[in-house]
């Protein structure tokens, strides 16, 4: 049999669905300059162009032109509006800082600007109901049949039983293998419906239309048997990996001259993701400095006359990819502890000073941090950095400690906003914030940076373990 290389299975497909959008963001602003009566101007071009080209830019980087079949509509209406508001903010922000306009506060683009994304999500759940309706009564619609009584199949066939609309009807599992706690999915063993030579037959018969392959890895040479038993019958054949072996973090695939691979640890920040990162980052940076200069500015004052010794602190890190970087904080001790071993600070300890311990409790000697991310060696979101002696400790302690540095430290993250602040005196609360480290970089977006910095913000500073 001929090899050939992986291609995405939807991309005409999302290549239409991008087509329509575009057309709805331009019709909507086309039709209401109709009936405002407004006159064409050469800016109302890049209005319409810039909006397009950035709206259908976050949209892609969010994964809305995934196939429908395996996304949730609710992810596809977070997706749309995020990307529409991300789009119509950069323009209105380019608008007042560049150009000195203020084309986006007329009526009829403040109309344009809530009714597009209304459309765009009217126009999705449309083709979403209109195919969902099709196959409930029986137009395309295919049969699944899945081999391997594994958790993986399970996975697969409550995937398939949430998606009533998508087409997919479960047949069963087919699996030759005697039944095994960890292939039993139930007290209800009819699930398997045959053994592997059952699925031949009803795939020759008409009864299977589709095969998803969830045996494990090391199952390779079964796999192939069974491919080319399968080659004898008209079904489709999907193979599934058992991935989830595997701690997987930021899973992508890739493709080198057709030749396909997956990646089991890589940092989310590569091409233009490290860019977004990047810009938001010195942005906000930049913002956030201008408005706690005069705060920043009162507490090197205070740090100065209640206690001897320099106004800032600085701690060797480590950063991205390992690499050592020295943090900025405001003193908040008598000491300054950079050695191969630094005790973390507790509850009534005798280093803090009494203004530090006010500063390390409202989490304001964190500030001079921005001047990190505004220079890059840290971000505003993140893994919050250990001193080099504590990474030493538990990477050999937390299995996959220190896949937390395959991003930049941050001076907020979403283990922080989840109650994992200050003192990590168990293994439990170290593990605890490691498992949220790892998450925000399994799960990163710019919407989630900005509900982490939103949170941290409601939520406040402090905590009870921050001493």
């Not at 009864?207 to 399968?230: C, G, M, Y």
């Not at 990996?241 to 890589?266: C, H, K, M």
């Amino acid at each position: 049999m001929t090899q050939g290389k992986i291609r995405r299975h939807d991309a005409k497909l999302n290549a239409i669905a991008r087509l329509a959008d575009s057309a709805i963001i331009l019709i909507t602003f086309l039709a209401l300059m109709d009936i405002f009566a407004i006159e064409w101007q050469q800016k109302h071009v890049w209005s319409l162009l810039l909006s397009i080209v950035l709206f259908n830019f976050f949209a892609e980087s969010l994964d809305t032109y995934r196939s429908w079949r395996g996304t949730a509509m609710r992810h596809e209406v977070y997706a749309i509006l995020f990307a529409w508001l991300t789009a119509i903010l950069i323009l209105v922000i380019a608008e007042l800082l560049i150009l000195n306009e203020q084309t986006y506060a007329k009526p009829f683009v403040a109309i344009w600007i809530i009714v597009t994304p209304i459309e765009i999500i009217s126009w999705h759940m449309i083709v979403r109901t209109a195919l969902g309706m099709m196959r409930s009564k029986g137009l395309n619609t295919r049969r699944v049949g899945i081999i391997g009584a594994t958790s993986l199949g399970h996975m697969l066939e409550n995937a398939f039983r949430e998606m009533d609309w998508s087409g997919y009807r479960f047949s069963g599992f087919y699996d030759d293998r005697k039944p095994a706690p960890d292939r039993r999915l139930s007290d209800d063993q009819a699930e398997v419906v045959g053994n592997i030579d059952q699925l031949i037959r009803d795939c020759k018969d008409g009864k299977v239309d589709v095969v998803f392959i969830t045996l494990s890895l090391a199952a390779e040479a079964r796999i192939k048997q069974v491919t080319e038993e399968l080659a004898d019958t008209t079904a489709s054949v999907y193979l599934v990996p058992d991935l989830f072996t595997f701690n997987l973090l930021n899973s992508r695939w890739v493709e080198y001259q057709g030749i396909t691979a997956i990646s089991i640890y890589e940092t989310p920040f590569a091409g233009v993701d490290s860019f977004i990162k990047r810009l938001e980052d010195i942005v906000l940076s930049f913002m956030i400095l201008l408005l706690i200069a005069v705060p920043m500015i009162f507490i090197a004052a205070c740090i100065k006359t209640t206690s001897k010794g320099p106004v800032f602190f600085k701690q060797t890190r480590y950063g991205m990819d390992g690499e050592k970087i020295r943090v900025w904080k405001f003193r908040t001790m008598y000491v300054e502890e950079d050695g191969p071993k630094v005790i973390q600070a507790t509850k009534n300890d005798p280093r803090v000073t009494p203004f530090g311990g006010f500063l390390r409790r409202t989490s304001l000697d964190e500030l001079p941090q921005f001047f990190n991310s505004l220079g890059g060696s840290m971000s505003i979101v993140g893994p919050r950095p250990h001193a080099v002696a504590h990474n030493e400790e538990y990477r050999s302690k937390i299995h996959g400690y220190m896949l937390r540095h395959k991003v930049k430290p941050g001076i907020t993250g979403l283990a922080q906003i989840n109650g994992y602040r200050g003192e990590t005196d168990t293994l439990d609360k170290m593990e605890g914030r490691v498992k949220y480290d790892l998450q925000y970089i399994q799960n990163w977006s710019l919407m989630l940076d900005l509900k982490v910095i939103m949170l941290t913000i409601l939520r406040g500073f402090s905590g009870k373990n921050v001493y």
